[in-house]
């Protein structure tokens, strides 16, 4: 059972890395100057929109947290409205403590918000996917040993990794190097894919390691 | 013998500060220097003989002066732009002319740093680079002793009129036949210290018994310094130096005769930087005009100048000739020149570097050789032949002196970074033997008695402790008897060199038995619990990774010229992490278990206090923001959540605030701030009515714990510090509009004394304001760990200290702080209270972090002492790492602009933080003593 659920894991995060290569590759094949660097908004854009789709027909497709109960249409839609609006909610959120790190308030409005949405992309998504609009349940799944499934691990690991790699994007920015992705926000959505991606290859690997440890409190 | 960790802290803090001064004695170098001119110097040099036998020259006179009469004009902080650029054109349009029609040659010369005016003339009259000491000898200015151009005019017989600032004064003292000086003492003043010198010109300039005037115009200087360089007074001001300009230039030309003619320079000091201040490395501080107006040209300046004069080199100039200027004459004068200024260079290379170095340096071979044909090429003139091939040969020569000056003049520059290494090992020592120290002693110092035993006279470690210094001693005396170079470690009376290597060698005895019983300790229990770093909170791992980051981009010169920013993303991570853990706390624990109200509690109030602190800061920074989050005291139950939810959000509002009001730093510097926009003069009103707000709001905060007396006091202070600055103009009085009159008697009123007052008690009040609010917010019982609140106060202190508008470069210093209330220069309380307006925001937090450490005295009595050991720790381990980096990049490009400033700030810091210390440790003990009684 464990065994084949860190598979699934596995190559459901396996996906989500192969998307994210193919935003890099594929689109200077249909778009002339596309480069990460050059055309940055474009590949945020780009990047937010495939790495959504694949997360929300990935769920759909294993459906990690199974919901016994049969749900009502209207409640679905509901559901559907409620984290649509937790999902700008967060990437106005993101929007604001980028601001408050020390971004420009009114200049390169675009380039703040379109980095937000791909942190919301690579967090909030994610949890919204697994977890619903629920708080109470985001937080737990955030607090010491409050997760109760592979799947919530995996998550916890990978919003972790996104932010600490937006994070540690940041610190490149003072460095006098004149590099071109040393531009606001590339270094910063730079490290958050790459802190993504990390994150997503390394929470198979550690709940592997660690399985014997991991014991599952049932709800 | 016993102690307490706190009295352990400030003792070695102590220990740290003599190490750092040693360290920063041997770090900045005693300028380069020939033999004193009190020497006899010896004539100057022959043309040079050619190599086999034939006529030798007998020209060893000085070559004649190329210029009858030379008037020098200074203008203090004049830009390049300011001459060659957009503002030239419109402001000066005499001198854009003269650049334009060719009868001047115009350079920009770039200012070495520190571009601070002192070491400015110096570099100018002697041509050496200045040392950055001088810098801090900027205040008060000794006597020039070394070779000089204004030495060498006046024994030359030149007479010499000065007037204009009065540093030259005291750098020459007794060289000027006639001289006035103005004292660049009210910065706010910007026409009576230009008239002053003006107002000699007509007279002066009808007189024919002088040789060289000389004029330093100020006004410039003081406008850049309290608006800007965009500001509206900068073209007005320019305007009146171009009318001077022109004055001069047509007076000497109707007095000029055939054969000599006469010679105006121009040229600036320093720059200023897009903020107005100068001091630092950037391009608008060093790169300045220099002129040479004159009408002999129909078509660096100290060996420049000296030449014009027809005088010697001055010996410690590394200047090589601006060549145009000589350009025009014979071939053979010509080449006398360069010769004179090449043999002058060579042998300042040679007096300054070690033997085996002499002959290898490239510079040094190129004027030899050059020397060699010129030798060869004096014969062939003095034999008669004047044809063609001997034109081309001494052209030829030329260009090879020129080249070899070249490579003399930047291998000069290099040596000038001669650091006197054993004191600097001696003092890092110290530092380093200090740190360990520290980490060694954290477990037994932070435990809960915050007591532990010193190891003073085992006697195993006595008979180490004399070997050590045996050993010491004897490589002292090595090192002092070999040493050519000076070295101020040797310098020093033997008993106190004794005395520091005893000092060296106890700590080492110390650190040695500290180890000794943490690994008998380690092996005796077993089984005691190794600290997992899973028991580590998150605030723990931001503290440590915080620390260790911070530390490791000082490595970088682009990271200390922007530290603030790694400041100011520490302190945003910090609440962040609070936030997130407070949203736990509120949410998840308290349903899960009731035990964690506790804690809940205990987070809301830390938070709390967090954010009434930042709050009272922003008043301190004239921003009131305060009222959002004033009284905690009274909130219901359920409200507490919310607010202690949304005070990190607050915080964090306010330090984006706080950090638009000064963008500091190189990179973005030139960004618009709030501070700018405050102070610039259409914003007067916006900036009066919120530093009225603000002490408004000081006064209704502090007054309710207040008796009457000192209430009055306290409004009196308040009033006193508003009335201040509107008599030096920053702020109005409401009533100014109504009548002149009234703002004139307040002036008058508000004499010197009255400033003094005022702010005596405006240092006085603020700081028993923040103990009376602190005292007074932080009530309640808090089980929080000391380290932790200690180390967030260290972060947020020195966060403020950046948004006051500091920065690592030594332009934001801002000197004028030193001035407040004196009406003539003193040294210490003018350095006193400079540090203390620099160090305000850190001095502050550390202030309030006493009080409230204090405050739950009663409940835990070694909160005081875990905090100064932990505030010790703190500021010990980024000296101890910098002075290391430093020491490795002492060869780096950066050094002076980035690194020794930087240096200096952390020394400077160090002695702060040991002041503290002292005074926590006192007040620690008096409240034992108290306790015990
Ligand atoms: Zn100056
Ligand atoms: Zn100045």
Redesign the pocket.
């Given at each position: 059972m464990k065994e084949a659920e860190i598979r699934r894991l596995l190559a459901a995060n396996l996906l989500c890395v192969f998307t994210v290569i193919l935003t890099v590759v594929v689109p200077p094949f249909f778009w002339d100057g596309f480069t990460v660097l050059g055309t940055h908004l474009a590949w945020l854009c780009v990047c937010s929109v495939c790495v959504s789709t694949l997360n929300i027909i990935l769920h759909l497709v294993l459906k990690p947290n199974l919901s016994p109960k049969r749900i009502s249409f209207a409640h679905k839609i509901s559901r559907f409205l409620k984290c649509c609006v937790y999902f700008f909610m967060s990437c106005i959120l993101f929007h604001a403590i980028i601001v408050l790190y020390g971004a420009p308030l009114i200049e390169s409005v675009t380039e703040t918000f379109l980095f937000a949405v791909l942190l919301s992309t690579f967090t909030t998504l994610q949890c919204l996917c697994m977890l619903g609009p629920n708080l109470q349940a985001w937080i737990r799944v955030f607090s010491k040993n409050g997760a109760t499934s592979i799947w919530e691990s995996s998550l916890q690991i990978t919003t972790i990794c996104s932010i600490f790699g937006a994070w540690f994007g940041a610190f490149p920015i003072p460095l006098d190097w004149d590099q071109p992705w040393q531009v606001w926000p590339i270094s910063c959505s730079l490290g958050a894919t790459f802190g993504y991606v990390a994150g997503l290859i390394i929470a198979p690997l550690w709940i592997h390691w660690n399985r014997k440890q991991l014991t599952y409190k049932s709800r | 013998m016993r102690l307490r960790s706190g009295v352990f802290a400030s003792s070695c803090l102590l220990m740290e500060a003599l190490g750092v001064a040693l360290f920063l004695r041997g770090f900045f170098p005693v300028p380069i220097r020939s033999l004193s001119r009190r020497e006899v110097r010896g004539d100057p040099p022959a043309e040079p003989a050619p190599s086999g036998p034939g006529m030798v020259s007998n020209w060893t006179k000085i070559p004649p002066p190329l210029f009858k009469k030379v008037v020098i004009v200074l203008i203090?902080?004049l830009r390049d732009d300011f001459v060659f650029g957009s503002k030239g054109k419109q402001f000066m349009p005499y001198t854009a002319q003269a650049v334009e029609k060719g009868t001047s040659y115009s350079f920009i010369a770039e200012a070495k740093p520190p571009t601070?005016?002192m070491p400015r003339i110096k570099a100018l009259m002697t041509g050496s680079i200045p040392g950055f000491i001088d810098v801090i000898m900027n205040l008060n200015s000794p006597a020039l002793l070394d070779d000089n151009l204004i030495w060498q005019a006046k024994t030359s017989g030149k007479r010499i009129i000065f007037y204009g600032d009065d540093t030259w004064v005291k750098l020459f003292p007794k060289y000027f036949v006639e001289y006035d000086g103005t004292t660049?003492f009210f910065v706010s003043d910007f026409t009576e210290v230009d008239n002053n010198v003006t107002r000699h010109l007509d007279r002066v300039l009808k007189r024919e018994d002088w040789d060289l005037l000389i004029l330093h115009y100020l006004g410039l200087?003081?406008i850049?310094?309290m608006t800007g360089p965009n500001s509206p007074l900068v073209g007005p001001k320019l305007n009146e130096m171009d009318n001077i300009l022109k004055k001069i230039h047509t007076s000497l030309i109707s007095k000029e005769e055939a054969s000599l003619p006469n010679l105006l320079v121009v040229c600036g000091d320093?720059g200023?930087s897009e903020t107005g201040?100068?001091g630092g490395s950037s391009e608008g501080e060093v790169r300045t005009p220099l002129l040479f107006i004159s009408s002999a040209f129909e078509k660096r300046s100290a060996s420049t100048l000296a030449v014009c004069l027809g005088l010697p080199i001055p010996r410690n100039s590394v200047g090589k000739l601006i060549w145009p200027v000589v350009g025009g004459k014979t071939m053979r004068e010509q080449l006398r020149f360069v010769h004179l200024n090449g043999f002058q260079l060579s042998r300042l290379l040679q007096e300054n570097t070690p033997v085996y170095e002499k002959e290898s340096d490239p510079g040094y071979e190129h004027f030899k050789i050059a020397e060699k044909s010129h030798g060869n090429w004096i014969k062939l003139y003095l034999e008669g032949n004047n044809s063609e091939i001997l034109l081309n040969f001494g052209k030829k020569i030329l260009k090879q002196y020129l080249e070899a000056l070249k490579t003399l003049s930047s291998s000069l520059s290099k040596q000038v970074a001669q650091y006197d290494v054993y004191s600097m090992l001696v003092g890092a020592v110290i530092i380093m033997e200090v740190l360990l120290l520290l980490l060694l002693s954290i477990p037994k110092a932070l435990s809960s008695r915050a007591e532990f035993e010193v190891p003073l006279s085992p006697p195993l470690f006595s008979l180490l402790f004399y070997l050590i210094c045996l050993v010491l001693c004897a490589v002292h005396v090595i090192v002092c008897t070999s040493a050519e170079s000076l070295c101020y470690f040797c310098s020093l009376s033997w008993l106190t060199a004794v005395g520091v290597i005893m000092l060296i060698s106890v700590l080492m005895c110390g650190i040695l038995s500290t180890i000794a019983r943490v690994f008998e300790n380690s092996r005796l229990p077993l089984k005691n619990p190794v600290v997992s770093s899973s028991n580590w909170s998150e605030i723990d791992l931001l503290i440590v990774t915080g620390t260790l980051v911070h530390v490791l981009s000082l490595g970088a010169s682009s990271f200390i010229e922007e530290e603030h920013q790694t400041w100011y993303f520490l302190i945003n991570t910090l609440c962040l992490v609070l936030c997130q853990e407070l949203c736990r706390n509120n949410f998840l624990l308290k349903e899960w278990d009731p035990q964690h109200s506790t804690a809940v509690k205990r987070n809301f109030d830390r938070i709390g206090e967090v954010s009434e602190c930042k709050n009272i800061d922003m008043l301190g920074t004239r921003n009131s923001k305060l009222g959002k989050t004033t009284s905690s005291a009274e909130f219901i139950k359920d409200s507490d959540k919310w607010i202690s939810l949304a005070s990190p959000w607050i915080i964090l509002i306010c330090c984006r605030l706080l950090r638009s009001l000064n963008q500091t730093g190189v990179q973005w510097a030139h960004r618009p701030d709030f501070g700018h926009w405050l102070t610039s003069s259409e914003h007067k009103s916006e900036l009066s009515f919120l530093a009225a707000v603000s002490l408004l709001m000081v006064f209704f905060l502090v007054q309710r714990r207040c008796s009457l007396v000192s209430k009055i006091a306290m409004a009196l202070g308040l009033l006193g510090v508003y009335s201040y600055r509107a008599a030096i103009g920053n702020v109005i009085f409401p009533w100014q509009h109504d009548s002149q009159d009234i703002s004139k008697n307040l002036k008058n009123v508000c004499n010197y004394k009255e400033k003094c007052a005022g702010i005596i008690q405006h240092i006085c009040t603020s700081v028993q304001l923040y103990k009376t609010i602190m005292t007074k917010y932080i009530w309640r019982p808090l089980n929080c760990d000391a380290t932790q609140i200690t180390i967030m106060h260290y972060w947020f202190g020195q966060a403020f200290f950046y948004f006051q508008g500091n920065s690592n470069g030594l332009a934001t210093v801002d000197v004028t702080a030193g001035f407040v209330g004196l009406e003539s220069y003193l040294e210490i309380p003018a350095v006193f209270l400079t540090a203390f307006a620099t160090y305000a925001g850190p001095l502050l937090w550390a202030i309030h972090l006493l009080c409230y450490l204090s405050s739950e005295d009663s409940r835990n009595s070694v909160a005081v002492s875990h905090g100064s050991f932990c505030y010790a720790l703190m500021r010990s381990i980024p000296v101890a790492i910098y002075i290391v980096l430093v020491t490795g990049l002492r060869y780096h490009l950066f050094i002076w602009s980035v690194f020794s400033p930087k240096l200096l700030y952390e020394g400077v810091h160090v002695f702060i933080t040991t002041a503290i210390c002292l005074f926590f440790t006192a007040m620690d003990q008096n409240h034992s003593h108290k306790v015990q009684d």
């Open positions: - | 203090d902080a601070v005016t660049s200087d003081h850049g310094h320093h200023m201040s100068h």
